[in-house]
């Protein structure tokens, strides 16, 4: 909901609970970077490293809420942010730890923030307060006892002076009535710009992405119009060749040997047959027909019970996705289940399809999981996951395996339904 939308009063509430919360986090800040001072004297005598990752992930803790917190006011969504997992590091990674470009932009942002909030603090702090006990002091200054005047901001004794803080009140009210939104989305705006990664790196890679997937996909379009061409040569085109050849056969024999016309009819009607039996083979690699009669996971289940190992099945999770989808996720299914029982020798294999919703895209998940001997490698000799990743990326999805020696193999994709 944009910001025009809201109240002016509420919007300017909005403004300054944020920069309350911002003062609260600047003496939260102000205690890291307390923290920090007292550690870096002992990074002299070696203990003070121990405590480096410690401060680098608070320091990372500190930068990802400032992102969410400025991204929730400026009504936009933050880039997601996955804590990294420490175990024991070397001295070496402990001193990488602080030459990272993230580490820098974080100190960066603190620094900034901790010199910069206290002037908004007073400002979109302040000028309220001072505003409310300016109206106040106006108001009940003759209710105090001569010896304890209010102080709005001077001493208020007499009505003069009482209209003179009124008057400071009200332009405090004004002030802060213009200056309160504006100050706080400078302020969200700031630390967006300071830890939001690049957004011309980002552009960058999102198109860097598209190419990719626009690759793909021209691959595969190519590689299936090569595969229809060979099938149509090979296959449904010799059999009608055959099927004219017993025709012709049958129309010279009718005047030479009558007998053998049924025989050639026979053959004809033969290769007739095979041809649509061909044809319709072809189609169904093109678009398989029962994915309209059953849907996908009506589907997968067809192709479970027709594979060479045990399967089972779980669709509990799944929803109807774009045709397409449907589509690629019934052949990668397929793939990863001839990868299976050719190379992998397992005794079982665990088939999941499921809808995952992120945001505003839905995502169909196809998870493949066997007992084999694993060592799969996408690209690997005889592995068949590489057309598997390609129908993924034509799609803009990702494939994963994860296939340690010894098993098991897990190999995962992930298909953006685009809607």
Same mark, same amino acid.
Not at 12 to 33: D, M, T
Not at 351 to 373: K, P, Y
């Given at each position: 909901?944009?910001?025009?939308?809201?109240?002016? *009063?509420?919007?300017?509430?909005?403004?300054?609970?944020?920069?309350?919360?911002?003062?609260? /986090?600047? @003496?939260?800040?102000?205690?890291?970077?307390?923290?920090?001072?007292?550690?870096?004297?002992?990074?002299?005598?070696?203990?003070?490293?121990?405590?480096?990752?410690?401060? $680098?992930? /608070?320091?990372?803790?500190?930068? +990802?809420?400032?992102?969410?917190?400025?991204?929730?006011?400026?009504?936009?969504?933050?880039?997601?942010?996955?804590? $990294?997992?420490?175990?024991?590091?070397?001295?070496?990674?402990?001193?990488?730890? !602080?030459?990272?470009?993230?580490?820098?932009?974080?100190?960066?942002?603190? %620094?900034?923030?901790?010199?910069?909030?206290?002037?908004?603090?007073?400002?979109?702090?302040?000028?309220?307060?001072?505003?409310?006990?300016?109206?106040?002091?106006?108001?009940?200054?003759?209710?105090?006892?001569?010896?304890?005047?209010?102080?709005?901001?001077?001493?208020?004794?007499?009505?003069?002076?009482?209209?003179?803080?009124?008057?400071?009140?009200? &332009?405090?009210?004004?002030?802060? /009535?213009? *200056?309160?939104?504006? *100050? &706080?989305?400078?302020?969200?705006?700031?630390?967006?710009?300071?830890? /939001?990664?690049?957004?011309?790196?980002?552009?960058?890679?999102?198109?860097?992405?598209?190419?990719?997937?626009?690759?793909?996909?021209?691959?595969?379009?190519?590689?299936? @119009?090569?595969?229809?061409?060979?099938? !149509?040569?090979?296959?449904?085109?010799?059999?009608?060749?055959?099927?004219?050849?017993?025709?012709?056969?049958?129309?010279?024999?009718?005047?030479?040997?009558?007998?053998?016309? +049924?025989?050639? *009819?026979?053959? &004809?009607?033969?290769?007739?047959?095979?041809?649509?039996?061909?044809?319709?083979?072809?189609?169904?690699?093109?678009?398989?027909?029962?994915?309209?009669? %059953?849907?996908?996971?009506?589907?997968?289940?067809?192709?479970?019970?027709?594979?060479? $190992?045990?399967?089972?099945?779980?669709?509990?999770?799944?929803?109807?996705?774009?045709?397409?989808?449907?589509?690629?996720?019934?052949?990668?299914?397929?793939?990863?289940?001839?990868?299976?029982?050719?190379?992998?020798?397992?005794?079982?294999?665990?088939?999941? %399809?499921?809808?995952?919703?992120?945001?505003?895209?839905?995502?169909?998940?196809?998870?493949?999981?066997?007992?084999?001997?694993?060592?799969?490698? $996408?690209?690997?000799?005889?592995?068949?996951?590489?057309?598997?990743?390609?129908?993924?990326?034509?799609?803009?999805?990702?494939?994963?395996?994860?296939?340690?020696?010894?098993?098991?193999?897990?190999?995962?994709?992930? %298909?953006?339904?685009?809607?």
């Amino acid at each position: 909901m944009p910001t025009a939308s809201v109240s002016p *009063l509420r919007s300017r509430w909005r403004a300054f609970a944020f920069i309350g919360v911002e003062a609260w /986090w600047w @003496l939260v800040g102000l205690f890291y970077l307390c923290a920090a001072l007292a550690v870096a004297p002992f990074l002299l005598f070696g203990i003070g490293w121990l405590a480096v990752p410690t401060l $680098v992930d /608070w320091l990372d803790h500190l930068a +990802a809420r400032a992102r969410e917190r400025s991204a929730g006011y400026a009504r936009t969504v933050a880039p997601p942010h996955a804590p $990294v997992s420490r175990g024991s590091l070397s001295f070496r990674e402990r001193v990488a730890l !602080l030459t990272t470009g993230e580490f820098r932009r974080n100190g960066a942002w603190l %620094l900034g923030h901790l010199l910069l909030v206290p002037f908004v603090i007073l400002l979109g702090i302040g000028l309220p307060l001072a505003a409310v006990n300016g109206l106040t002091s106006a108001f009940v200054w003759w209710a105090m006892p001569l010896d304890d005047p209010q102080y709005a901001p001077f001493p208020v004794t007499s009505w003069p002076l009482a209209a003179a803080a009124f008057a400071i009140a009200v &332009a405090c009210a004004l002030i802060t /009535w213009v *200056l309160l939104p504006w *100050l &706080a989305r400078r302020t969200a705006a700031s630390t967006l710009a300071v830890l /939001w990664p690049d957004r011309v790196t980002e552009m960058a890679q999102q198109i860097e992405s598209l190419s990719r997937s626009r690759a793909a996909a021209l691959d595969a379009h190519s590689s299936e @119009l090569r595969r229809i061409e060979r099938e !149509l040569h090979d296959g449904a085109q010799n059999r009608l060749v055959g099927v004219v050849m017993m025709i012709g056969l049958a129309q010279r024999s009718l005047e030479t040997n009558p007998d053998a016309v +049924a025989s050639y *009819l026979t053959k &004809a009607q033969d290769a007739a047959s095979d041809a649509l039996t061909g044809l319709r083979e072809m189609v169904h690699d093109i678009y398989p027909p029962v994915l309209d009669e %059953l849907g996908l996971g009506g589907a997968a289940s067809t192709l479970t019970s027709r594979s060479g $190992v045990p399967c089972t099945l779980d669709v509990s999770r799944l929803r109807r996705a774009p045709a397409a989808v449907e589509s690629a996720a019934y052949f990668v299914l397929a793939e990863a289940l001839t990868n299976a029982a050719k190379y992998a020798q397992a005794s079982t294999v665990a088939v999941t %399809l499921s809808s995952e919703s992120s945001g505003a895209e839905e995502t169909v998940v196809v998870r493949v999981e066997d007992d084999g001997v694993g060592g799969a490698v $996408v690209g690997g000799a005889g592995s068949g996951l590489a057309g598997v990743a390609r129908r993924a990326e034509a799609l803009g999805g990702t494939l994963s395996v994860a296939s340690p020696t010894g098993g098991p193999t897990v190999v995962k994709v992930e %298909l953006p339904c685009g809607f």
